[in-house]
Each structure stands twice: as structure tokens, then as C-alpha cells.
Antibody, heavy 123, light 106 residues
Framework: EVQLLESGGGLVQPGGSLRLSCAAS????????MSWVRQTPGRGLEWVSA????????FYAVSVAGRFTVSRDNSKNTLFLQMKNLRAEDTGLYYC????????????????WGQGTLVTVSS | IQMTQSPSSLSASVGDRVTITCQAN??????LNWYQQRPGKAPKLLIY???EVETGVSSRFSGSGSGTDFSFTISGLQPEDIATYYC?????????FGQGTRVEIK
């Protein structure tokens, strides 16, 4: 069974940093692109970032480019999202999700999703 | 690409046929996926490529459409179908979601 388990969320002040992790199991991790999708009361579901299976390609939403960095450790089946210079509008539930192929691109979907980790940016 | 779902919420009786629509602001061919999010849970893929039912998903869920107009149908609403349903386009990057349709039991 494919499973994804996020961790690392918490309360952080504006301008602060957090590192999210997503532990994957039940599939060949290095064969799959992975995405981060967040859910906020104001903007609903929003794709945040993605990384190809081998880490040879990273992609970001305009709203987080330059502040967030996605990476993966295929030897440990783990996906990461380093978040810096956090803003109040980054508050939300962050999900990692598996894509069907090696590369992030058109024609993809998200399946499955982890249970999410909550990020709260507030002073 | 902007995705617009309607209605934003609906209430129906057990056994009813329920239909949700999703409209894209440009042609997305059949690159349209549907997800179910039960209360307190993560989204779950139900339909991909507009009409393909994900393995293991109940046959009472179906999808149709192409271009800019799509629909999602539950043929016989069950109590376990209480959830918010989202469409998502994968025609152009970045992928974008509709605002969701909350389905409740009358």
C-alpha cells in the first residue's frame, strides 16, 4: 500500500523558517515525481511545488518561488520542503502527493495524498 | 487556468442522483481530475482524464466532458459520500483546482 506521512509543521513567526518532510512507502520512490499542495481557508487547494523522480527538475508556484526549496532523498524515500521568509498567507495544511510518472508535467494527477501537516505563520 | 465549480454546496437525499459541474476558462481537452475530501481527511482521487474511474473507486461515481465544460455525477448518493468534491485541471502548468462543492445529506 502506498503511504505518505508528512511532518515538520508548526507555529512560526512571520519571516521565520520551517522544513517539512514527507516519508514515503509502498512504491519505488525514485520513479515518481512528487508535489506539495497546500490548503488554506482563503485560497482552497493550491499547488505549491514539485520535483521529478531523480531530483533533476524542481518547480514552484509564483507565490513561493525564491522562498521555498523542494528536495528529496531517494535513499531514504523522503521528500522535503524548506520554507523561508514565511508570511501569514502561507498558513495552511500542507500535503505531499504522488504523481503518476517520473516527471512533473501536464496530464498528471495527485494520488495518493498524505494526511497533511499544519503550518501556522503568526506573531 | 481558472476552474469554476457549481454549485458551491448542495443538499440531497440518500439515493438521489447528484451532479456537479466544473468549467475551465480555456480549452483543457480532457485533462480534468476529480477528488473527494471527506471531513478531516486528505483529498482522494476519484476520476482522472475527465472520465476514467480510479481503481477501487465505486462505480456510482462518474465523470464526463471535454473542452471547457465538465460534470461529475454520483448515481445514488450514500451517507459515506458526504464530502467536498474538487476538480483539477492538468492541461497547463501549474495545475489548478476548483473551489470545491460541499455535498450534504438532506
Amino acid at each position: 500500500e502506498v503511504q505518505l506521512l508528512e511532518s515538520g509543521g508548526g507555529l512560526v513567526q512571520p519571516g521565520g523558517s520551517l522544513r517539512l518532510s514527507c516519508a514515503a512507502s509502498g512504491f519505488t520512490f525514485s520513479n515518481s515525481a512528487m508535489s506539495w499542495v497546500r490548503q488554506t481557508p482563503g485560497r482552497g487547494l493550491e499547488w505549491v511545488s514539485a520535483i521529478n523522480g531523480g531530483g533533476d527538475g524542481t518547480f514552484y508556484a509564483v507565490s513561493v518561488a525564491g522562498r521555498f526549496t523542494v528536495s528529496r532523498d531517494n535513499s531514504k524515500n523522503t521528500l522535503f520542503l524548506q520554507m523561508k521568509n514565511l508570511r501569514a498567507e502561507d498558513t495552511g495544511l500542507y500535503y505531499c502527493a504522488k504523481e503518476p510518472g517520473y516527471t512533473y508535467g501536464t496530464g498528471n494527477w495527485f494520488d495518493p495524498w498524505g494526511q497533511g501537516t499544519l503550518v501556522t505563520v503568526s506573531s | 487556468i481558472q476552474m469554476t465549480q457549481s454549485p458551491s454546496s448542495l443538499s440531497a437525499s440518500v439515493g438521489d442522483r447528484v451532479t456537479i459541474t466544473c468549467q475551465a476558462n480555456q480549452d483543457i481537452s480532457n485533462y480534468l481530475n476529480w477528488y473527494q475530501q471527506r471531513p478531516g481527511k486528505a483529498p482522494k482521487l476519484l476520476i482522472y482524464d475527465a472520465s476514467e474511474v480510479e481503481t477501487g473507486v465505486s462505480s456510482r461515481f462518474s465523470g464526463s466532458g471535454s473542452g471547457t465544460d465538465f460534470s461529475f455525477t454520483i448515481s445514488g448518493l450514500q451517507p459515506e459520500d458526504i464530502a467536498t468534491y474538487y476538480c483539477q485541471q492538468s492541461h497547463s502548468l501549474p495545475p489548478t483546482f476548483g473551489q470545491g462543492t460541499r455535498v450534504e445529506i438532506k
